[in-house]
């Protein structure tokens, strides 16, 4: 049982250089987040989606695109990365009747 | 969603017991409080939810007072491996479909 995983783990991109990171489910959850962690603070909020097919903005969506074609996958786009958005990033996903969302083991991306 | 403020850091020693408290004074009647515990380089793990009086479970037990402004995570007989950050969350129905975190509270165990 697989729970969130997170493809790739590590990344270095230049500025301005694009990407997409992968966030796949097994649990057949409806709800899957975005998140992302500076150092030693918490984790904000990017993208969610509540299904297949649907996205909504975070706290903090300015450059950044998600889709969500399949209810398994969740993936995260920056068009053109910056400096500023170096940071470790995870997905998470969670139903409406259980209080619990699982986290997957995080992205840690690097852009010089 | 209700905002929540805790202890930016706490301290402990093994074999004590640990009681981390988060503040919501703005908590909707349809919110239930939910607890997750993140280790450095992991992602957060869930500890415990409530609505109100007293959970509890294997892990933790969640306290949350009438008026459910507040709420008191303890954590008994702490070991150094529950050195780690404890977020507070507070959301409609069993599991709000914006998972918000707050800063959170490090609590550091020392031997």
């Known amino acids: 049982n697989a729970g969130v995983t997170q493809t790739p783990k590590f990344r270095v991109l230049k500025t301005g250089q694009s990407m997409t990171l992968l966030c796949a489910q097994d649990m057949n959850h409806e709800y899957m987040y975005w998140y992302r962690q500076d150092p030693g603070m918490g984790l904000r909020l990017i993208h969610y989606?509540?299904?297949?097919?649907?996205?909504a903005k975070g706290e903090v969506p300015d450059g950044y695109n998600v889709s969500r074609l399949k209810k398994q996958n969740f993936l995260l786009g920056l068009e053109s990365a910056a400096p500023s958005q170096t940071s470790v990033y995870f997905c998470a996903s969670d139903r409406p009747t259980i209080p619990e969302a699982f986290f997957g083991q995080g992205t840690r991306l690097t852009v010089v | 969603l209700a905002k929540t403020t805790q202890p930016i850091s706490m301290d402990s020693y093994e074999g004590q017991e640990v009681n981390i408290t988060c503040s919501h004074n703005n908590i909707a009647t349809n919110d239930y409080i939910t607890w997750y515990q993140q280790f450095p380089s992991q992602g957060p793990r869930f500890i415990i939810q409530g609505y109100k009086t007293k959970v509890t479970n294997e892990v933790a037990s969640l306290f949350i007072p009438a008026d459910r402004k507040s709420s008191t995570l303890s954590l008994p007989r702490v070991s150094l491996s529950d050195t780690a950050v404890y977020y507070c969350?507070?959301?409609?129905?069993?599991?709000?479909?914006?998972?918000?975190f707050g800063t959170g509270t490090r609590l550091q165990v020392f031997p």
């Open positions: 989606s509540v299904g297949e097919g649907t996205t």
């Open positions: 969350l507070v959301g409609d129905i069993p599991n709000t479909d914006k998972l918000i």
